[in-house]
């Protein structure tokens, strides 16, 4: 399985910018897509995940409201819109696929995705 994530840059803040995420090598509409960010020094954080079939989607509490997280498995990709872009936004963003077919409530532990892009990194300034 590949993950390729893609869309990040320097953006102002208040800004927005959209992330995607390009999988192959599994059947990608059977499992869950996660998003998580890690910025320097801290550790990596849930931000965003969607299930299977859309039907359930989660947000953390610091992005509800700013950021989407959207798919399309007919195209096997996911991604981020995020909007409002604060300072405490960047980090590195990673993409992941759950580890789980079929999961029909959204995870957002870090253990629970199988697979994981190599990340983009968002940047905004004040």
């Known amino acids: 399985v590949q993950l390729q994530a893609s869309g990040g840059g320097l953006v102002q803040a208040g800004g927005s910018l959209r992330l995607s995420c390009a999988a192959s090598?599994?059947?990608?509409?059977?499992?869950?897509m996660g998003w998580f960010r890690q910025a320097p020094g801290k550790e990596r954080e849930f931000v965003a995940g969607?299930?299977?079939?859309?039907?359930?989607?989660d947000y953390a509490d610091s992005v509800k409201g700013r950021f989407t997280t959207t798919r399309d498995n007919a195209k096997n990709t996911v991604s981020l819109q995020m909007n409002s872009l604060k300072p405490e936004d960047t980090a590195v963003y990673y993409c992941?696929?759950?580890?789980?077919?079929?999961?029909?409530?959204?995870?957002?532990?870090?253990?629970?995705?199988?697979?994981w892009g190599q990340g983009t990194l968002v940047t905004v300034s004040s």
């Open positions: 969607i299930n299977w079939e859309s039907s359930n989607i």
């Open positions: 090598g599994r059947t990608v509409s059977m499992y869950g």
């Open positions: 992941a696929q759950d580890r789980r077919a079929w999961r029909t409530d959204v995870t957002f532990l870090s253990g629970d995705y199988a697979y």
